[in-house]
């Protein structure tokens, strides 16, 4: 087919669906089969979801040039089979685990607007038997039903074979639609032994993102710390600010107060959120010297974009803008698997600058890349388009960070306890500038008889939901839509 046909259709079925983004390169344009019957919404989607996958998508270069959309079932099959072709040249493992469709705006209502509906806790494992609460959320369902971190789980529906083995046998399936459910039964077993019956119901709450905050005092320091479950976003689409931001505002305002030194923040089971709340925290968190013009991070996109001066405008490098008056000189944060996206750039853009600290379990998640909502036919296409860059150039940890310091978890410790051994082990670091003891990391992976037998014990449960980095300012401006068209 020649070029100029090639252009023609695919320009109709564009207009077709109403689009209004498309891209400027030769090389970007796609060729699309014609269909042999009349279109379906669900095939329109399919193409869709490729001419646009590939325009954005990081991994540009690794798609193929032409691609039959129309084998597969549905959208969501498409975008899998395009995520198979990012796969590592070393490795051979595929990089993209993140790129999805939002068909009910899911996304947008948790991480833009801050509303969750659900029982409001989340579960993981103490050993290969004992399931227990490792979260609650403020005004959820579970929260005012006093259910607390800590309370250990004896049976959900009336289910007692709870264990590890068994749950993993159906990867969880039956844990999942527990949690998934509109109603859900529990027995719980307090730390003082009491057992208690309980019977939630679903409901739809506004999120509050910090789960636990306090100030140590530390011999001569001040130590803030605090519980950050979500990076809810801080502004609405209105520009108006939002209650995270508010209660941020409000925690920091308590820390400047008491002259707080070193912070604590508790990001165990953050996967992530809105990009520009992890700019606000790394703002907050910063010392005095990065001012308002030091580097915070730059963007990686692919080649097409890369070479449009319009598109490298659209994703021009953040910088910091230091507005409060704490002077902060080390930051500690308490990690697992679950760390991931959001929280993870939080800690890279600050590693620069201040003395930075990992604690916990072997290393984060690995998401050093992001998107931003992309709609087509009323539903939200988040393929991966950018990643990003810290002021010393580093970048694509996607095997996750590394801990300085390995401490297991102890979900038999609510949030505070000076006994939780990440908090304990930050507190000693403040207060004796060492870690309580030096182990080597990989050694204590392998080694039999340490608190975590199982380093991999909790890796599906701390993967469960959303593990991204959104940027839902990313607006596309009138003069970079069209452009293909009016070619």
Sequence with gaps: MKKNNRLYLLGVFLISLFLFQACKKDHVDRI????????????????????????????????PESFQTRSYKTAEDVLEALKAYTKDPVTNETLDHYSFIDRSGAVNEEIQEGRAGSFGFDV???????LYVKLVNPNSPAALAGIERSWQILSINGNTKIDNATLEADNYSF?????????IQLTLRKPDNTVIDLTLQ??????????????????????????????????????????????????????????VQEVVVDLRYNGGGAVETAEYLSNMLAPLSVGKDKLMYSYGINASLNEDEDWRSFFAPSNFNKTNSLNINRVYFLVTGGTASASELLINNLKPYVDVKLIGEKATYGKPVGFFPWTIMQNDLYAVSFKTINANGESDYFKGMLVDKYTSEDLTKNWGNPEDLMLKEALNYASTGTFTQTINLQSSIKAKGTNRENINLNQKLDQHGNKDMFDFRKKVPSKLKDTFLNR
Excluded: C, M
């Design 124 to 130: 993981r494992y103490q050993n290969d038997n004992d």
């Design 175 to 183: 844990l999942w639609n527990a949690l998934d459910a509109s109603t």
């Design 32 to 63: 699309l089969e014609k269909p042999s019957r009349e279109d379906s919404k669900e095939d329109l989607l399919k193409d869709s979801i490729y001419l646009y996958t590939y325009y954005f998508y990081l991994w540009q270069d690794k798609l």
């Design 202 to 259: 679903s409901k739809t709450f506004n999120i509050n993102p910090i789960l636990y905050s306090a100030v140590h005092k530390v011999g001569a320091k001040q130590v803030g710390y605090f519980v950050f479950d979500s990076f809810v976003a801080t502004t609405t689409l209105g520009n108006k600010p939002t209650s995270t931001k508010n209660t941020l505002d409000q925690l920091f305002k308590e820390f400047e107060s008491k002259q």
